[in-house]
């Protein structure tokens, strides 16, 4: 069985992309570890070569995904396994800076998706200025057939499904976490699969309020929130990077108890024990601006 352990990567193309370098590592406070003759930065949140990646390109848009495997995985055995499910994948060696081999695949919607074993850890640590997240969580895709994506994470990457908002959003994961994608009909309205928004963790409510003065402090205003979520009962904000993509900054996401099939119990949640379940909309606290962020996206990539 394939399953992926966490989201190790996500790499953007970029057309400002000075200003993008700026934004990771002078107010998101990651390191810059690494630039290559292409002009690709590689930047990490603390223990990975990196999470965050930025290629100089004419157009602004997601580039590739990369879920880590476990070392008891061979990535050889990983691909004769994709193609017995009629799935093309190719092996790569040296495709990218710490990482000796990977195995390159699209999924429904033609995202590159990227699966590997073994980064190197140069282990930058944790900067001391900027947000400086613990890591980085989840990614919001906009899908042109949601059922049909969903439906290849989870059963060719065994993700697990935990919710779903009305009919546009679809919540699953590949660890404890709530969800580590949010897959949504947003590339159906756009005309074409987008990325809706990506997600970095951190530490509590003090640091939150912390990240947000520091995006003031550069002009960065929050778009929505902190609001608390209904799937996932994550407190959530959004803001916008240097070319429009929506960055949400998270606490207090739901923890997955696998064996059990229902969420670590929190005092917040609607129900004890809270199991996967269809939600309305996703604002628990009645603050409804994510039609807003929608129609940001919208703007955006058409």
């Known amino acids: 069985m394939i399953k992926p352990f966490k989201l190790g990567y996500v790499d953007f193309a970029s057309k400002n992309i ?19 003759a292409d002009g690709i930065r590689y930047l990490s949140t603390g223990l990975d070569h990196h999470n965050i990646a930025l290629t100089p390109s004419n157009e602004s848009d997601l580039q590739c995904i990369g879920f880590q495997l476990g070392k008891q995985y061979e990535l050889k055995d990983v691909e004769k396994q994709l193609k017995q499910q009629g799935i093309s994948a190719k092996l790569k ?32 640590h944790f900067k001391e200025n900027g947000i400086v997240p613990n890591k980085l969580g989840h990614l ?40 580590v994608l949010n897959i949504s009909n ?8 987008v990325m809706y928004h990506i997600a970095f963790e951190l530490r509590d409510a003090s640091h939150q309020y912390k990240s947000l003065d520091i995006l003031a402090r550069n002009n960065i205003p929050t778009l929505w929130g902190p609001t608390r979520h209904t799937a996932g009962h994550n407190i959530a904000a959004y803001h916008h990077d240097p070319e429009g993509n929506l960055v949400e900054l998270f606490i207090e996401m739901d923890q997955l ?15 004890l024990p809270m199991k996967a379940r269809h939600w309305d909309d996703n604002a628990a606290w009645g603050i409804r601006y994510e039609k807003t962020l ?9």
Request: proline fraction near 7%; aromatic fraction near 14%.
């Open 93 to 124: 060696s040296d495709a990218r800076p710490s990482l000796p081999k990977l195995l390159e695949l699209t999924d429904p919607d033609d995202f590159i998706v990227h699966l590997f074993t073994n980064m190197e850890t140069p282990a930058p």
């Open 18 to 36: 000075e200003a993008m370098e700026y934004y990771y590592t002078n107010v998101m406070g990651l390191t810059l570890v690494e630039k290559d």
């Open 294 to 302: 929608f129609d940001f996206a919208l703007q955006k990539y058409q």
């Open 140 to 179: 919001a895709l906009g899908s042109m057939d949601p059922n049909r994506s969903v439906a290849f994470y989870n059963n060719v990457l065994n993700f697990e499904y935990t919710d779903k908002i009305g009919d546009r959003a679809n919540f699953i994961t590949c660890n404890s976490d709530h969800h």
């Open 186 to 193: 947003l590339g159906q309205q756009v005309g074409h699969p």
């Open 257 to 271: 108890l696998v064996d059990v099939e229902y969420f670590d119990p929190r005092p917040w949640h609607e129900e």
